[in-house]
């Protein structure tokens, strides 16, 4: 804690008061804080309830983005997930079900980070809640879409008239990577990219088969030639 301690040190020095072991006292309070959180670690690994992983560990990676806090990097590798946060960067640990841990090396120690996924109606990760602030609820970074497969040629393919018997969708193109739908005659809405060819639709997904069908919650509609 030689940070914390130094002001103290220049103080007196600056008031001409006598010296006060602050370096022992700081790092008595460190010391027993370290304590601390071994205690609770081994309590909570105790408490940790022998539930399996819910998904391929593949699913949770991408980009997780919070407005003010800005962004949550989680990646895979031969050893499993990885996390990054700023200058915060480790692997991501397995409890159960959907809670990790992000494990950071800081003096020495191994700090865990809880780590909740969680999921939208359709069952895909949508967000990771992480606590970074003693005082706050965690905070939830929401999940960024995958772009780069959106090429000109696959929204092109994608785009055109698709129909279920007298119902009538148009797919068309705007900007680089955006698609929008228009139901019925109805006004243009944006597409959220989900996955792959999955886009998303006031909650609702609507999924661009290999064989030019548009399978929706209402049905599958085929494209016209």
């Known amino acids: 804690p030689l940070r914390d301690v130094l002001p103290y040190v220049v103080f007196d020095e600056l008031l001409g008061l006598e010296p006060r072991s602050h370096g022992e ?7 027993a804080l370290r304590k601390g959180m071994k205690q609770a670690k081994a309590a909570k690994e105790q408490r940790n309830k022998p539930l399996a992983a819910v998904r391929p560990l593949e699913d949770y990676v991408g980009a997780y983005r919070h407005a003010g806090y ?4 989680v990646t895979q590798g031969d050893e499993g997930l990885r996390g990054s946060y700023g200058f915060l960067e480790g692997p991501i640990r397995h409890r ?8 950071v090396s800081a003096g020495g120690d191994e700090n865990p980070f809880p780590v909740h996924f969680t999921h939208d109606l359709e069952a895909e ?11 706050l609820p965690p905070l939830r970074f929401v999940r960024q879409p995958d772009t780069a497969h959106l090429t000109d040629q696959l929204l092109d393919r994608l785009a055109g008239t698709y129909t279920l018997d007298a119902l009538e969708l148009v797919v068309s193109r705007r900007g680089d990577k955006e698609l929008l739908v ?7 809405r944006e597409l959220a990219p989900v996955k792959g060819t999955t886009f998303g639709l006031d909650g609702a997904q609507l999924e661009f088969t290999d064989d030019d069908r548009l399978v929706t919650p209402f049905g599958e509609f085929r494209k016209k030639d």
Do not use: K, N, S
């Open 25 to 31: 006292d700081h790092f008595g309070q460190w010391d």
């Open 70 to 73: 800005g962004e949550v990097r």
């Open 96 to 103: 159960h079900l959907e809670v990790f841990e992000l494990l």
């Open 125 to 135: 990760v949508d967000a990771v809640e992480i606590p970074l602030e003693g005082q």
């Open 182 to 188: 228009a139901v019925a005659g109805g006004p243009a």
